[in-house]
Antibody
Framework: EVQLLESGGGLVQPGGSLRLSCAAS????????MSWVRQAPGKGLEWVST????????FYADSVKGRFTVSRDNSKNTLYLQMNSLRGGDTAIYYC????????????WGQGTLVTVFS | DIVMTQSPDSLAVSLGEGATINCKSS????????????LGWYQQKPGQPPKLLIY???TRESGVPDRFSGSGSGTDFTLTISSLQAEDVAIYYC?????????FGQGTKLEIK
């Protein structure tokens, strides 16, 4: 059974940084692309970033490009999202999700971790 | 960017009746190389993460009840629930995974009438 467990969320001031982690189990982690998707309170889903299985290619939404960095440690079966220069608009639940053969098709999701940017 | 637009924004249906949700993409998500539509449908219940229901526009995910079906091609897609059950109350999202940024529709809230 695929399990994805996010951690690292919390309260941060504008301009601050946070690093999210997603511990994966139940599948061959290095064989799949992984993504971050966020959901602002009461709002819809917004794709944030994707990293392919090897970690050598990454993709970002324009809203986070240059501020967020996605990475993975396949030896630890863990996905990361380094978030810098945080803004109020980044307040959201951040979900990690496993991709299927097509990088954007997300077939398993974690429970999410809440990031709140406040002043 | 491919813009995904769902209709309606909300829908109230009686138990046992059918429900239809539409999704339109601003450009085709049909690949000429494999003739597949890069379109998925997700269900999100309150307090839960999204769950994949349908992919390639019409392929039901394992374990999803057969009352859920997807159809359409190119730019116009439909999610149909043939006989609404109480547990189907949720927000439904379409998503294109044809190209980055992988965009979602705004969501359709399905309720019981």
């Amino acid at each position: 059974e695929v399990q994805l467990l996010e951690s690292g969320g919390g309260l941060v001031q504008p301009g601050g940084s946070l690093r999210l982690s997603c511990a994966a189990s139940g599948f061959s982690f290095s064989g799949y692309a992984m993504s971050w998707v966020r959901q602002a309170p009461g709002k819809g889903l917004e794709w944030v970033s994707t990293v392919i299985g090897s970690g050598t290619s990454t993709f970002y939404a324009d809203s986070v490009k240059g501020r967020f960095t996605v990475s993975r440690d396949n030896s630890k079966n863990t996905l990361y999202l380094q978030m810098n220069s945080l803004r109020g608009g980044d307040t959201a639940i951040y979900y990690c999700a496993k991709a299927r053969e097509s990088h954007g098709l997300l077939d398993s999701w974690g429970q999410g971790t809440l990031v709140t940017v406040f002043s | 960017d491919i813009v995904m637009t769902q209709s309606p924004d909300s829908l109230a249906v009686s138990l046992g009746e059918g429900a239809t949700i539409n999704c339109k993409s601003s450009q085709s998500v049909l690949s000429s190389s494999n003739n597949k539509n890069y379109l998925g449908w997700y269900q999100q219940k309150p307090g839960q993460p999204p769950k994949l229901l349908i992919y390639w526009a019409s392929t039901r995910e394992s374990g999803v009840p057969d009352r859920f079906s997807g159809s359409g091609s190119g730019t116009d897609f439909t999610l149909t629930i043939s006989s609404l059950q109480a547990e189907d109350v949720a927000i439904y999202y379409c998503q294109q995974y044809y190209s980055t940024p992988y965009t979602f529709g705004q969501g359709t809230k399905l309720e019981i009438k």
